[in-house]
Nanobody
């Protein structure tokens, strides 16, 4: 069974950037992957997806600022590039293989001055 692990979370100032990684113990290139986030006292929400053809969808609140991607010749990782970060982006960020209960442990992103 594939295991997922997110990394790259940090504390940044508003307007800053981060790149999160979702690393897997095996190839995930053929999986439909999702990035979620959960802010304090809020429900976990889906913010973006990427399918096996590298077609992406981004939720409106992050569209134009966040980008989900894979790298050619790297079958084990999905990325979430986050630009123009806002305080309301503060959350724990998770990746998941959509359609399964396979999640990573999450990585904390804090946007604060």
């Amino acid at each position: 069974q594939v295991q997922l692990a997110e990394s790259g979370g940090a504390r940044v100032q508003p307007g800053g950037s981060l790149r999160l990684s979702c690393g897997a113990s095996g190839s995930i290139s053929n999986y439909y992957m999702g990035w979620y986030r959960q802010a304090p006292e809020k429900q976990r929400e889906l913010i973006g997806t990427i399918n096996s053809r590298d077609e992406t969808w981004h939720e409106d609140s992050v569209k134009g600022r966040f980008t989900i991607s894979r790298e050619i010749n790297n079958e084990n990782t999905v990325y979430l590039q986050m630009n123009s970060l806002k305080p309301e982006d503060t959350a724990v960020y998770y990746c998941r293989i959509l359609g399964t209960n396979l999640w990573g442990q999450g990585t904390q992103v804090t946007v604060s001055s």
